[in-house]
């Protein structure tokens, strides 16, 4: 490990300049970290432990904030009792028993679940604690109705800038908007009385997004839109047929790019898409005995849809193969969309060049460009895959390095559930595998982008590591993988209709 420079950062309180304290420190190249128990002295938090897990808690109820050690993820409980995670630019560490966060990034959260606003002047080394602010749990606390003589303009009261929005107008009279990445809350909305063209407001949360469902008397012409350029509140502008204007059936507007249908089966976790990674005459990657990636990833996948279909009723399971044969990366991610998925699990297995190799256990992948040498390194191998297909030039030849990571932001949507999901994987895998965890990384691979839902890449173990590919090749092995992925599907699910249903009762007025 490189030197690190241990020091003190003062800690100055706008509220009373005299009072003053100092948080422990320490710089890693241009990032500086800081003792999560000093901050949380600082903050009058309280805390608690788990040794085993290493697991740091920070608890003012009704807010609750755990890390874990080597992990850059962070959940924040807050007042609802809804979870949400959040993932730093850097692993929480941990050393000499203590734990140490990245403080710039950690600092919002703390504001957000402890109520002071507080920043960090990097060049004076000071950390200002300001006056209490109130932390407001909804992103959207309301929407107002503004009836126009030619239509109507729906204000969506807006606390913080929203980026990622899309409105849909359906011929039959209902009209959807969806904000992506944001709380509402729903109550407050389900009550907005209606008003001109509007007879009908229905809000619905779901993990990552709010959808607001509107039923309209009148035909509309159009609908559109756009960000106030005096607040952070959205304009949805409704202009309704005049004299011969012809109806403008099912338009879409708005940056985001997603497809809604009625407005609660839309989030219902339905069905679930299982891809085997490689089949047919592309063996993947192969084992020191000859044992074949393609193999593997289908003997898992096929084991996983059994404890889905089995365990999960209601749930469709849809493989974007059964059988060893060659599917396209692109075509991967089209089945999953014409299916309706509402997840995407993609597996494959592991390997190094050099065979063999020590380096084993799990990883599981995130899309986004890669961070770091290995991770784009993998990903360029999963991807050379598009060699074998025909045509393939000009059927990827959009995905630039440029292209590649404006697809993965019009994604962005997904994030967050995929980050849960990733964060339940690893977990299981590591707790019911024993195989080494790897942790949760990002990675640029094609089969993730074409498909428009939470989605994840698991490179199950390594097959150039005898132990790994003993487990890998075993049925006993195989099973235990998909027990693993089955209980963090099982987990997601309860959580995520946990959200949903408390969405439903809130619109049905309970």
């Not at 990097?122 to 959207?140: E, K, M, P």
């Not at 909305?189 to 607001?212: C, D, R, Y």
């Not at 999953?336 to 597996?347: R, T």
Request: with cysteine; charged share 25%.
């Amino acid at each position: 490990m490189e030197a690190l420079g241990q020091y003190t950062v003062r800690v100055e309180f706008t509220a009373d300049p005299s009072r003053t304290t100092v948080v422990g420190c320490f710089r890693r190249g241009d990032v500086v970290y800081a003792s999560l128990t000093d901050l949380a002295s600082v903050f009058k938090v309280s805390t608690y432990e788990n040794l085993v897990t290493h697991k740091f808690e920070l608890k003012q109820p009704p807010f609750r904030i755990k890390v874990t050690g080597a992990n850059p993820f962070v959940t924040v409980t807050d007042e609802s009792g809804h979870e949400t995670a959040y993932q730093l630019p850097q692993d929480v560490l941990f050393a000499a028993h203590s734990y140490f966060v990245p403080l710039q990034p950690f600092l919002p959260l703390f504001s957000v679940a402890f109520g002071p606003a507080a920043s960090f002047d990097a060049s004076r080394n000071v950390l200002t604690i300001g006056q209490l602010v109130t932390a407001s749990l909804f992103d959207i606390p309301a929407i107002r109705l503004e009836p126009k003589s030619n239509g109507l303009l729906v204000r969506i009261a807006a606390r913080k800038r929203l980026s990622d929005y899309e409105n849909w107008l359906r011929s039959d009279g209902w009209l959807y908007v969806t904000v992506a990445n944001a709380r509402a809350d729903t109550h407050a909305i389900n009550a907005t009385p209606p008003s001109g063209i509007v007879k009908e407001v229905i809000a619905i949360q779901s993990p990552t997004s709010v959808q607001l469902t509107l039923r309209l008397a009148a035909k509309v012409a159009a609908a559109a839109i756009v960000q106030d350029d005096s607040s952070d509140d959205l304009l949805l502008s409704i202009r309704t047929v005049q004299t011969r204007e012809e109806t403008a059936p099912e338009k879409k507007s708005g940056p985001a790019a997603n497809t809604f249908e009625d407005p609660r089966k839309r989030w219902q976790l339905d069905v679930i898409v299982l891809d085997p990674g490689h089949g047919g005459y592309d063996p993947g990657t192969i084992g020191i005995t000859g044992v074949k990636e393609k193999n593997v990833s289908l003997g898992i996948v096929l084991k996983l849809g059994r404890l889905i279909a089995k365990n999960l009723p209601g749930v469709t399971v849809v493989y974007t193969r059964k059988t060893d044969r060659f599917v396209e990366l692109d075509r991967r991610g089209t089945i999953a969309n014409e299916a309706g998925g509402k997840l995407f699990i993609s597996v494959h297995c592991n390997a190094l060049p050099r065979k063999p190799s020590k380096t084993r256990g799990f990883e599981v992948y995130l899309l986004r460009p890669g961070r770091t040498e290995e991770a784009i390194a993998i990903a360029e191998r999963e991807n050379s895959v598009i060699e074998l297909e025909e045509g393939y030039e000009e059927r990827y030849k959009k995905l630039t390095e440029e292209n590649f990571i404006l697809v993965t932001m019009a994604q962005s949507a997904h994030v967050r559930a995929s980050e849960e999901f990733a964060d339940l994987t690893q977990k299981e895998l590591a707790s019911r595998t024993k195989l080494p965890n790897r942790g949760v990384k990002q990675a640029g691979f094609y089969v993730l982008v074409g498909a428009a839902m939470p989605n994840i890449l698991v490179e199950t173990a390594y097959l150039s590591n005898r132990e790994d590919e003993r487990f890998l090749k075993s049925e006993a092995g195989q099973q235990k993988i998909a027990e693993a992925l089955f209980r963090a599907v099982k987990k997601y699910k309860e959580e995520y209709e946990k959200v949903l249903r408390e969405g439903k009762d809130i619109s049905a007025g309970g």
